[in-house]
């Protein structure tokens, strides 16, 4: 089993930037995919960014130019930097983690992004 905690998320103002974090503990040999997914009210949950053991990395239109994900393998850690935030990323962000066959999700982190 992998267990995923997050952190960072809360409320910021149109045009200011957040970091989460995610760590990934237990059973982590194996892990190969790591990211992002958030879940707008009435929406379904959407991928925001991903990166692979060999840090490639794919995004959603929406976010390119303005999120960056990373990720720490020594401390099995992803992250999300989300700069120049608009309302419409008003979201729970959904830690994603891809361990063999298996996916795992964190609890999710509320962003709030006011006009």
């Known amino acids: 089993q992998v267990q995923l905690v997050e952190s960072g998320g809360g409320l910021v103002q149109a045009g200011g930037s957040l970091r989460l974090s995610c760590a990934a503990s237990?059973?982590?040999?194996?892990?190969?995919?790591m990211g992002w997914y958030r879940q707008a009210p009435g929406k379904q949950r959407e991928l925001v960014a991903v990166?692979?053991?060999?840090?490639?990395?794919n995004y959603a239109d929406s976010v390119k130019g303005r999120f960056t994900i990373s990720r720490d393998n020594a401390k099995n850690t992803v992250y999300l930097q989300m700069n120049s935030l608009k309302p419409e990323d008003t979201a729970v962000y959904y830690c994603?983690?891809?361990?063999?066959?298996?996916?795992?999700w964190g609890q999710g982190t509320q962003v709030t992004v006011s006009s």
């Open positions: 994603y983690v891809r361990r063999w066959t298996s996916s795992y």
């Open positions: 237990g059973t982590i040999s194996g892990i190969s995919t």
């Open positions: 990166i692979s053991s060999l840090k490639d990395t």
